[in-house]
């Protein structure tokens, strides 16, 4: 089979011939049509992640079709169309993972390649509305957003949001959801045309977090504080999201792209009454609950641009410029 492999740090992706895989026992073969990226394979590349090996096969998120079972597969699976749920060995504890947690892509091969094996249980069935490509936007970033958003940070229909940098896939996702179940979702961004287009997606409004005294200008225009932020950033910028909280809100972060939070506004924080919860990928209930709710409301996800396969360094490259407005996708299969 073909896939993208990557040798090294600060290597390009090379497209070459390797082995196909054969599933063991409890594993299935799928051959993927379409597989996502994510900053996670863009870190990988750069050595800014734990657990390196080479040479790997990146890729989290995918969509295929089963083509071959392992040992006591059920034989039902075969030829089924499914996505991919790339968190596997969470744990018996729903409030953590345990240490036994590994995401697809690294240790294991990954989704950039036209055949990936995985146990059983981490395949869920495709939502026959979306297409093999808008498939393979939802599992990593689906999940992720979906227990920030709803197992941690607990949103209601009513409540007022607020989304962070949006522009992401993870941040995009928890917009859509956020808006299906009936919240007021508002969005920051460092592009004015980032907020329009999220606008579009269902937002009430947005700010760009590059103007001074934001989170002030956005809760006057937004009618108040917000219940629930959410957010990848943290950093220096934090102390502006407990601003934007409103007195009892909660934020939710899950992730630190712009590293540590240099000085907490403790005083803020507790008079304030928040709550600051952290939040990362999510069980197999999580991952379960998402799907089901993207097939209720029977929302699409937003793709920003389709790759194929040999372009797959391109693509990460793309990535890496942080000017997209969705997921990008590899096409494997057309």
């Not at 969470?90 to 947690?101: H, I, T, Y």
Request: net charge negative.
């Amino acid at each position: 089979m073909q896939a993208l492999v990557l040798d090294g740090i600060n290597q390009p992706l090379q497209l070459r011939d390797v082995p196909t895989p054969q599933p063991g026992p409890g594993e299935v073969l799928v051959q993927l049509h379409a597989a996502a990226l994510n900053h996670r394979d863009v870190w990988i590349q750069k050595g800014q992640y734990a657990g390196l090996k080479f040479p790997i096969v990146l890729g989290a998120d995918g969509a295929g079709i089963v083509a071959a079972l392992g040992e006591g597969v059920e034989q039902v699976l075969l030829h089924q169309p499914v996505l991919i749920n790339p968190g596997q060995n969470w744990g018996d504890n729903p409030a953590a993972q345990g240490r036994d947690f590994q995401i697809l892509g690294l240790p294991q091969d990954g989704t950039f390649a036209e055949f990936v094996c995985v146990p059983a249980r981490y395949v869920r069935p495709k939502p026959a509305y979306l297409s093999f490509e808008q498939a393979a936007a939802l599992p990593l970033g689906g999940v992720t957003a979906y227990r920030a958003t709803f197992t941690r940070a607990q949103v209601r229909p009513g409540e007022r949001v607020l989304v962070s940098g949006v522009g992401g896939g993870v941040a995009l996702l928890a917009l859509q959801m956020a808006v299906a179940i009936g919240a007021e979702v508002w969005v920051t961004s460092g592009s004015d045309e980032k907020i329009a287009k999220a606008v579009a997606l269902g937002a009430k409004g947005g700010a760009n977090y590059k103007t001074e005294n934001w989170p002030a200008t956005l809760t006057k225009e937004a009618g108040g504080g917000f219940d629930v932020v959410i957010d990848s950033a943290a950093g220096s910028g934090f102390n502006n999201l407990v601003d934007a909280a409103a007195p009892g809100g909660r934020i939710v972060f899950y992730g630190a792209t712009q590293g540590d939070i240099p000085n907490v506004a403790a005083r803020k924080i507790f008079w304030k009454q928040l709550s600051v919860l952290g939040s990362t990928m999510g069980t197999e209930q999580d991952f379960a609950a998402m799907i089901n709710l993207f097939e209720q409301h029977r929302i699409e996800p937003a793709v920003d641009q389709i790759f194929s396969l040999a372009e797959g360094e391109k693509a990460l490259r793309h990535m890496d410029e942080s000017l997209q407005f969705g997921k990008i996708i590899l096409q494997i299969k057309s």
